[in-house]
């Protein structure tokens, strides 16, 4: 202000004018800080307000490809913040990528996916394809999908995946890389008397990275269906959306986390075990699932979202019987928590001598992390199938994964048939 009203005496028009470019840059940046302070406040479920309520101001968040996002009028997961100040959203389960977009030209949206793989096999023949086209990225290594239809494939598969049922966050990652914060151990308190010092104990944090690892598929259509079919956008949305979720699922549970797959939470140090024995053995009650949730409870991290299991576990949890034959059901602590299944948990674990194992993974899964790129790369193979009438198309996604506190999920291991 100083050099504001300095510049003014001296009828210095430009450094004037500079100053208060400066001030005003300045009063922005207090006003973002302000913004996102209260929606880390208001975060879990509250509304937030509308732009409108705030002045015609809206809360935007970094989130997609470096886009900044519009917040939505409600939203049930929270923000994080990078070491340079930008905020992100964290996404539950109940939120839509596609609800965070910005508005914009709806070509692409319209056009929808089969629509725009046809006009990328084809090139654009109508006016709609050719603005669709204009708002992707094509190069030789593939098209990138517009924004708008990725993000309603990318929550398709969202929807379908099991671990995010369970309640997986999904962290958007506008780059190949983000550093996030996690918790080892909790602090403990203790009683002091009048005059006393009052005992030191501090939490443990670590840092883990999530590092957008490829995966990838490529699937066959026949010309005639491209050109044709009425339904092909939804069928392909469907196929894309399936077969990711599955993958995305093997990563999360039990990815190897070597090479180019993802540690997965069967692999990451940390979490709560609880054997079925030196060699492994059958279920046949609810005992080691309550021993698994004791174990949680121990770590103070009782909050069990869901268990999942392979359909072969959830077959013999279904068959439990009591001693007159009559249906087992779950104990009290156990008859809300969901128990899901999917075939990304394998059944050819090796426990001791036995190698048909598998595994109950159960906890709070509102600590595990998915982070994920938000960007959907599709490649055209016009020439490779050719001679069959068909036409190839490659389309990848990059994800990671991570946990904010180990300590807080649980596996049951060496499950015999």
């Not at 005003?24 to 913004?35: H, L, S, T, V, Y």
Request: hydrophobic share 45%; proline share 6%; glycine share 12%.
């Amino acid at each position: 202000l100083a050099r504001a009203s300095d510049a003014h005496k001296k009828d210095d028009v430009p450094a004037y004018e500079a100053a208060m470019s400066e001030i005003e840059a300045i009063d922005a940046q207090i006003g973002r800080a302000k913004a996102l302070e209260e929606a880390e406040r208001r975060a879990g479920g509250q509304p937030l307000e509308t732009p409108e309520s705030r002045g015609g101001q809206p809360l935007e968040l970094r989130g997609v490809e470096g886009i900044r996002l519009t917040r939505p009028t409600e939203f049930r997961g929270w923000i994080g913040q990078t070491a340079e100040g930008h905020a992100y959203p964290v996404l539950a389960p109940q939120d839509r990528l596609a609800d965070m977009l910005p508005a914009g030209d709806g070509a692409a949206a319209e056009l929808g996916l089969g629509g725009f793989l046809r006009a990328l096999h084809n090139g654009p023949r109508t006016e709609l394809e050719r603005r669709a086209l204009g708002g992707a990225t094509i190069g030789a290594g593939g098209a990138i999908v517009p924004t708008p239809v990725a993000a309603g494939v990318i929550d398709m598969m969202r929807a379908a995946a099991v671990s995010i049922q369970a309640g997986a966050m999904t962290v958007p990652m506008d780059s190949a890389t983000l550093r996030m914060a996690r918790q080892i151990t909790d602090p403990v308190g203790g009683w002091r008397a009048e005059n006393a010092n009052i005992p030191e104990s501090d939490p443990v944090f670590d840092q883990v990275t999530l590092s957008a690892k490829s995966w990838g598929v490529r699937f066959n259509v026949s010309r005639e269906l491209l050109e044709d079919g009425l339904n092909t956008d939804q069928a392909i949305r469907t196929i894309l959306a399936g077969v990711g979720a599955v993958a995305l699922d093997r990563a999360v549970l039990v990815g190897a986390g070597t090479g180019a797959e993802p540690l997965g939470i069967r692999g990451q140090s940390g979490i709560q075990a609880e054997s079925m024995g030196t060699n492994g053995a059958a279920l046949t009650n609810w005992a080691p699932v309550l021993n698994a949730v004791e174990r949680l409870e121990g770590a103070n991290s009782g909050a069990v979202t869901a268990m999942v299991m392979a359909p072969r576990t959830s077959r013999v949890i279904n068959g439990f019987v009591d001693t007159t034959n009559q249906p087992l059901v779950p104990p009290r602590r156990l008859e809300n928590v969901p128990a899901l299944v999917t075939t990304s948990m394998p059944i050819d674990e090796t426990q001791g001598t036995s190698n048909n194992c598998s595994s109950i993974i159960l906890g709070d899964f509102a600590r595990v992390m998915i982070g994920l790129r938000t960007q959907l790369t599709i490649q055209v193979l016009n020439e490779r199938f050719a001679e069959i009438g068909q036409v190839g198309f490659i389309a990848w996604m990059r994800a990671d994964v991570a946990l904010s506190r180990p300590a807080a999920l649980a596996r049951i291991l060496g499950i015999r048939p």
